[in-house]
């Protein structure tokens, strides 16, 4: 394997639902500098896999309404490699597109596919992982994802049913497991053989290839019609005629439920999904009382466990909530209590439904 084999796709696209009403339609959350570093999700992601490989060979994949974003925030990245789609159809058409693309490129190539919007606390680990990874998949015809060790038996993640016994650190997957209730949870962490599915794969690009030909026939026939124009002008019109035909489905469906040649590296990278307000409340620094804040003038009294996140100079008097979300988006203010924080989705789109798209 040699650097410039290694290609990274990181997938921008999302909307982010669960962080509503900071992560809105036209302002998604892996744009959004949510940790407070000066940074977004997103260029944090970048910074991150150009120790990897050069700029040239990592693609941004998102939505034709995220362009303007993509490159005002990345650096130095060009508009060929930013892969638009122009229909939101989960995350097996867009890798289907990208691997083809880059297929006429490098028949060698070695993918890492990775969020935009996750935290990686151990960086220098996780470039190792991923290292080990690629090192792996570009001598064996292998599947293979990242699993995150589980520090508890969490609810909102999927998880990764693996064998013990493994050739080099790396394991055979026995079977993805849904998101499983607190019971069935605590089951899998007492056990040791399950992993967090942290949604990071690795595979050589014709392997996948082969993976969509086998389980995912029409996507494959769809995205090889493109061959001759891949890396050509003609390419975006390609896109934007065909990619809305392509079957609405995530990778893990499509491709990983289906496929027995599918491995997984157990990796402790210090990693979150960052997948809700709780999740964003256990890495953010917090004051004696566990509240985690981002506001310039607060005054709070009997409260605790809170996040508060509101925005630059406004001030804030707090007084007697425990374990709440509160956010305001200038249009939008959110008091809400963690424990039911699950429901936010659902209460973003009675908001819309109600007072119209302006509120999504």
């Not at 990274?8 to 892996?30: D, E």
């Not at 896999?49 to 309404?65: A, G, M, W």
């Not at 005054?299 to 605790?304: L, P, Q, R």
Request: hydrophobic share 40%; aromatic share 10%.
């Amino acid at each position: 394997m040699t650097q410039n084999n290694s290609y990274v796709l990181i997938m921008a696209g999302g909307v982010g639902s669960r962080f509503w009403p900071k992560s809105r339609n036209h302002f998604p959350k892996q744009f959004i500098d949510i940790l407070g570093t000066g940074q977004s999700l997103l260029q944090m992601t970048y910074a991150r896999f150009l120790e990897l490989c050069p700029k040239e060979n990592i693609y941004v994949l998102s939505n034709q309404d995220y362009k303007a974003l993509v490159l005002e925030q990345l650096d130095g990245i060009t508009e060929c490699n930013i892969l638009l789609e122009p229909s939101r159809n989960n995350t097996a058409p867009c890798i289907a597109y990208a691997t083809y693309k880059i297929l006429q490129q490098n028949p060698e190539a070695n993918i890492v596919v990775a969020p935009s919007d996750h935290l990686i606390l151990k960086e220098a680990a996780f470039l190792d992982k991923v290292a080990q990874a690629l090192d792996y998949t570009s001598k064996n015809k292998a599947l293979l994802t990242l699993g995150i060790s589980p520090t508890r038996p969490d609810t909102g993640y999927g998880y990764i049913h693996y064998e013990q016994e493994s050739e080099v650190g790396v394991h055979a997957v026995s079977r993805f497991m849904e998101k499983p209730v607190l019971e069935k949870a605590m089951e899998y962490l007492a056990s040791g053989d399950y992993l967090w599915n942290a949604g990071i794969f690795i595979w050589s690009g014709q392997n996948i290839q082969r993976a969509f030909q086998m389980y995912a026939p029409q996507i494959a026939s769809l995205f090889e019609k493109g061959n001759s124009v891949y890396n050509t002008p003609a390419e975006v019109g390609f896109i934007q005629e065909n990619y809305p035909n392509s079957p609405n489905i995530s990778i893990d469906y499509a491709i990983l439920e289906k496929a027995t040649n599918v491995y997984t590296i157990p990796a402790d990278i210090g990693w979150s999904d960052l997948g809700t307000w709780a999740s964003l409340h256990e890495v953010l620094p917090k004051d004696a009382l566990n509240n985690s804040t981002s506001i310039d003038h607060l005054h709070v009294e009997g409260t605790s466990n809170c996040i508060i996140h509101l925005p630059k100079g406004k001030a804030a008097v707090i007084k007697g909530l425990e374990d709440f979300i509160i956010v305001d988006d200038e249009k939008i203010l959110l008091i809400y209590p963690k424990g039911s924080e699950q429901e936010i989705k659902g209460v973003a789109g009675e908001m819309v439904r109600t007072f119209g798209e302006e509120y999504l």
